[in-house]
C-alpha cells in the first residue's frame, strides 16, 4: 500500500477504509476446492437435499398433476381458465423453491427467467402472460413429470448406498449379538457365513469410498436436468448481452457528446478569449510602438502575460484527455499528481505501483473520474481533506472518493456526476454514490478490467 498526501496530509475524518478484494465466494455455491476432503465436506448438505427431495418431488407432483387436470377439465366452464392459471402460478412457485434448494446444495445458480412483460401494457395482458410464457409450462412439466422421475432414480442409489454402509457398520455389533439375529434370515454357518461377512465388508467399504462422488453426482443431475426447465434460455441472455452492449456503446456516445460540448464550453471561455485580447493588445502596441513606446511596451508585457495564461489553460484542457505524465509513466505517477496538486487536501491511497498492466482506455478513464471527483471536491463540497483510494482486482478497478464536506450530492443530467456515469457505463462499470446531507460524501465507481481491447505494440 502506498500513501501519499499532499501539504495537509490527514486524511478526511470520514474517510472510508481502503477497498478489499473481492468477498470470498458465496457459501452456497459449488467448493472451487474439488479435492476429496472437499467433496466429504460437502456430503452432509448433498444428502439434506437428496434426502427429502423425494418426498417433496412426489408431493408437488401430486399437486401440480392433480391441478392441472382439474382445470382441464374445468376448461368449458369460466372457472377452468384462472385454474389453469394458478396452476402455472403454482408451478412457477414450485420451480423457484427447487431452484433455491439446488443452490442451498452447493449447486451453481441457475439464472431466473423472465416472468413479466417489460414496458407499458394492459391489466388483461398481464394477466394472461403466463399462458404465452414458455417458462411457465417447462415449470409445469418438470415439476409435474420429470422432477419425481429423477427423485426416484436419485433416491433409491442414496438408499441404497446408506444400506450398505449401515450393514458395514453394524458388522462389528453382529458377532456380539450373533449374525441370525441382526439380518433375521435363517442361519449361516461356515463358508456361506465367511461370504456373507467378506462381501458386506467389501461393498460397504466401496459405498463409503463412493458415497461423496455419488452425492455429488446426485445433486448434479438433478441441477442438469432442471437448467433448460427452471432457467433462463440461452436466446434471453444473448438477448441481455446485446441489450447491455447496445445501452454501453448509447452511454459511451452521450458521454463523448457531453464532453466534447465541455471541451467547447471551456475553449470558448479560456483560451479563446485570451487568444482575442492577446490580438487586440498587439494591435494596440503595434499602432503605439513608434509614438508612445512606453505603452507600447506596457502592451506587448500584457500580451505575454496573456499567451501565458492561454497556454497554461491549454495544458490544462489537454489533461482531460489524456495527460503525458499518464502515458509515460503510468495511472499511478498520473493519480499523485493529481492529488499534489488539488486545492483541497487529497490522501492517495492504493496499491497499484508503477508498475501496473491496464488497458490504456480503463486508464484514461480512471484518471478522468478521478480527476472530476477531485474537482467537484473542490468546488462544490466544503470539504476540508479528501480521500482518494485506487485498488486493482482480478476484474475491476475501482476507484473511490471520499471527503468530510457537507454532502447533499445528487447526479443532475448533462452535470457531472451524471457524465461520470455515461463514461463509466461505456466501458460496461457503475458508479455509486452515497452522500447524506451532512456528509460524508463516498463516490465509488468500478471499471471492469477483462473484455477491453489492449492497443497493439
Known amino acids: ?19 478489499s478484494p473481492p468477498s470470498a465466494a458465496d457459501p452456497l455455491r459449488p467448493p472451487v476446492d474439488w479435492s476429496y476432503g472437499a467433496l466429504w465436506r460437502a456430503v452432509p448438505r448433498g444428502l439434506g437435499y437428496l434426502i427429502p427431495t423425494f418426498v417433496i418431488a412426489i408431493a408437488v407432483s401430486a399437486l401440480l398433476n392433480s391441478m392441472f387436470s382439474g382445470s382441464v377439465g374445468l376448461l368449458l366452464l369460466v372457472i ?29 445458480e441457475i439464472v431466473e427467467p423472465h416472468w413479466r412483460l417489460e414496458g ?25 413429470i420429470v422432477a419425481p422421475i429423477i427423485a426416484t432414480l436419485t433416491f ?33 454357518d461356515g463358508e456361506l457365513r465367511a461370504v456373507g461377512v467378506v462381501l458386506a465388508v467389501v461393498l460397504g467399504v466401496v459405498a463409503a469410498v463412493t458415497l461423496p462422488y455419488i452425492v455429488r453426482a446426485s445433486v448434479w443431475l438433478h441441477a442438469v436436468v432442471a437448467r433448460p426447465f427452471l432457467g433462463r434460455f440461452k436466446s434471453e441472455a444473448l438477448e441481455n ?22 471541451i467547447e464550453r471551456d475553449i470558448h471561455d479560456g483560451p479563446q478569449q485570451r487568444l482575442i ?17 512606453e505603452e507600447a511596451r506596457e502592451l506587448l508585457q500584457a500580451a505575454r502575460r496573456q499567451a501565458q495564461d492561454a497556454l497554461d489553460e491549454l495544458r490544462a484542457l489537454s489533461r482531460g484527455f489524456a495527460p503525458p505524465l499518464l502515458m509515460d509513466r503510468g495511472l499511478f505517477a498520473a493519480l499523485e499528481s493529481l492529488a499534489t496538486r488539488s486545492s483541497v487536501p487529497v490522501s492517495l491511497r492504493s496499491a497499484l505501483g508503477s508498475s501496473v498492466d491496464l488497458p490504456d482506455e480503463v486508464a484514461r478513464t480512471a484518471y478522468f473520474t478521478a ?41 443532475r443530467t448533462g452535470h457531472g456526476l451524471a457524465g461520470l456515469r455515461e463514461r463509466s457505463a461505456g466501458l460496461g462499470g457503475t458508479i455509486e454514490v452515497s452522500s447524506p446531507e451532512g456528509g460524508p460524501t463516498v463516490v465509488t465507481v468500478s471499471l471492469p478490467v477483462l473484455g477491453v481491447a489492449q492497443p497493439s505494440a
Do not use: C
Open 1 to 19: 500500500m502506498t500513501t501519499t498526501s499532499p501539504s495537509a496530509p490527514a486524511p478526511a475524518p470520514h474517510a472510508a477504509p481502503p477497498a
Open 156 to 188: 433409491i442409489v442414496i438408499v441404497l448406498w446408506l444400506s450398505l454402509i449401515a450393514v458395514l457398520v453394524a458388522l462389528p455389533f453382529s458377532f456380539l449379538g450373533g449374525w441370525d439375529d441382526l439380518v433375521g434370515v435363517g442361519p449361516f
Open 80 to 108: 377452468g381458465v384462472p385454474f389453469l392459471l394458478l396452476t402455472l402460478l403454482v408451478a412457477r412457485w414450485t420451480g423457484a423453491l427447487e431452484v433455491l434448494r439446488l443452490r442451498w446444495a452447493g449447486h451453481a
Open 120 to 144: 407499458e401494457t394492459s391489466a388483461w395482458r398481464r394477466m394472461l402472460h403466463p399462458f404465452a410464457n414458455g417458462h411457465y409450462w417447462l415449470s409445469l412439466l418438470h415439476g409435474a
Open 371 to 411: 480527476s472530476e471527483l477531485i474537482a467537484n471536491v473542490a468546488k462544490h463540497s466544503g470539504a476540508t481533506a479528501a480521500t482518494l483510494e485506487v485498488v486493482r482486482t482480478e476484474t475491476e478497478l475501482v476507484i473511490r472518493v471520499t471527503d468530510d464536506g457537507h454532502g447533499g450530492a445528487v447526479e
Open 277 to 293: 485580447r492577446l490580438q487586440m493588445d498587439l494591435a494596440a502596441a503595434e499602432r503605439r510602438v513608434e509614438t508612445a513606446p
Open 241 to 262: 448481452q446485446v441489450s447491455s452492449l447496445f445501452s454501453s456503446r448509447q452511454a459511451a456516445v452521450a458521454a463523448e457528446g457531453t464532453s466534447l460540448r465541455r
